[in-house]
């Protein structure tokens, strides 16, 4: 009894280790976003108080609220479409059987690999072709284009393991199939559907790469590349404690959303592991 206690200690080490090292990394950054660039500089936070100012800065001289509240609309219609393109998708090679299923299957999880390095000069140009550059729908699409297949992966375990019972028994009261996939089917799988949100939400609100090819002005710049134009700048100007305090701006909403959330994530992912 008293050696398995031991190894379960000695287990314990190394995921303390790792969260005392984030809390101390989170804390510094915390800190530092309400300091001054000396304080930062001399190891003296919050020395003279906490300043408001780098924040209010952004926002005033910066307009990073309109940057803002552009990553808060390409993040919630990506995450709305994602899950109604890849909802239906997956309920039909989740409980359906046809001819072609298996590699219909092997092609989602194939995309899974693709690299979106290698297919964003193609969806330039296609976009170029249909005129779509440089608007927000723009990159909306994009969002919901390269994270369909992640969706219909996650999603079609959890319709897997609903007991196709419940979709005969809605046949005999006269429910119909859609009537059935949507007033039965999609409540029963919400952990997999909120799973699949907080991802996308994550993924999303965090991208840097298409969002730099796609959204090529100023007026539908996300978070993530102001962040980058106010570092750059900051940084030629000295101004730290700005840098800090826009770096928490981009990281706080994702963290509040994990914060409150992540209990769902793990019995998400456990409940769609699960086929019947």
Same mark, same amino acid.
């Not at 969806?123 to 927000?136: N, P, R």
């Not at 799973?195 to 298409?210: A, C, E, H, K, P």
């Not at 996300?222 to 701006?249: D, E, K, P, R």
């Given at each position: 009894?008293?050696?398995? +206690?031991?190894?379960?200690?000695?287990?314990?080490?190394?995921?303390?280790?790792?969260?005392?090292?984030?809390?101390?990394?989170?804390?510094?950054?915390?800190?530092?976003?309400?300091? @001054?660039?000396?304080?930062?500089?001399?190891?003296?936070?919050?020395? =003279?108080? #906490?300043?408001?100012?780098?924040?209010?800065?952004?926002?005033?001289?910066?307009?990073?609220?309109?940057? #803002?509240?552009?990553?808060? !609309?390409?993040?919630?219609?990506?995450? $709305?479409?994602?899950?109604?393109?890849?909802?239906?998708?997956?309920?039909?090679?989740?409980?359906?059987?046809?001819?072609? %299923?298996?590699? !219909?299957?092997?092609?989602? *999880?194939?995309?899974?690999?693709?690299?979106?390095?290698?297919?964003?000069?193609?969806?330039? =140009?296609?976009?170029?072709?249909? %005129?779509?550059?440089?608007?927000?729908? @723009?990159?909306?699409?994009?969002?919901?284009?390269?994270?369909?297949?992640?969706?219909?992966?996650?999603?079609?375990? /959890? $319709?897997?393991? *609903?007991? +196709?019972?419940?979709?005969?028994?809605?046949?005999?009261?006269?429910?119909?199939?859609?009537?059935?996939?949507?007033?039965?089917?999609?409540?029963?799988?919400?952990?997999? !559907?909120? &799973?699949? &949100?907080? #991802?996308?939400?994550? =993924?999303?609100?965090?991208?840097?790469?298409?969002?730099?090819? /796609?959204?090529?002005?100023? %007026? &539908?710049?996300?978070?993530?590349?102001?962040?980058? =134009?106010?570092?750059?700048?900051?940084?030629?100007?000295?101004?730290?404690?700005? *840098?800090?305090?826009?770096?928490?701006?981009?990281?706080?909403?994702? /963290? !509040?959303?994990?914060?409150?959330?992540?209990?769902?994530?793990?019995?998400?992912? &456990?409940?769609?592991?699960? +086929?019947?």
């Amino acid at each position: 009894m008293r050696h398995n +206690k031991t190894i379960r200690a000695v287990a314990y080490i190394p995921l303390v280790s790792w969260l005392l090292f984030t809390l101390v990394l989170f804390g510094y950054t915390f800190l530092a976003s309400f300091s @001054t660039t000396r304080e930062i500089f001399t190891n003296r936070l919050l020395q =003279s108080g #906490f300043h408001f100012s780098n924040y209010t800065n952004l926002f005033e001289l910066e307009n990073i609220g309109r940057y #803002f509240l552009n990553s808060v !609309i390409y993040t919630s219609a990506a995450c $709305f479409g994602i899950v109604a393109v890849a909802a239906p998708a997956a309920y039909i090679l989740g409980r359906v059987t046809f001819r072609g %299923k298996r590699l !219909i299957d092997t092609m989602f *999880i194939s995309a899974l690999s693709i690299p979106g390095l290698l297919i964003s000069i193609p969806l330039f =140009s296609l976009f170029v072709m249909l %005129k779509l550059t440089g608007s927000i729908l @723009t990159l909306v699409l994009i969002y919901i284009f390269t994270n369909v297949p992640f969706g219909v992966f996650l999603l079609t375990g /959890f $319709f897997s393991s *609903i007991p +196709k019972e419940l979709e005969e028994s809605a046949a005999i009261d006269g429910c119909g199939p859609i009537k059935a996939f949507i007033r039965i089917i999609m409540p029963i799988a919400q952990p997999g !559907i909120l &799973t699949l &949100t907080i #991802f996308n939400f994550m =993924s999303v609100w965090n991208d840097y790469f298409f969002a730099l090819i /796609f959204a090529n002005n100023e %007026k &539908t710049h996300t978070l993530a590349l102001a962040l980058q =134009s106010i570092v750059n700048g900051y940084a030629n100007t000295g101004n730290y404690a700005g *840098i800090f305090a826009a770096s928490m701006i981009v990281f706080l909403p994702t /963290f !509040i959303l994990y914060l409150f959330v992540s209990g769902k994530i793990v019995s998400g992912i &456990t409940i769609g592991s699960v +086929k019947g």
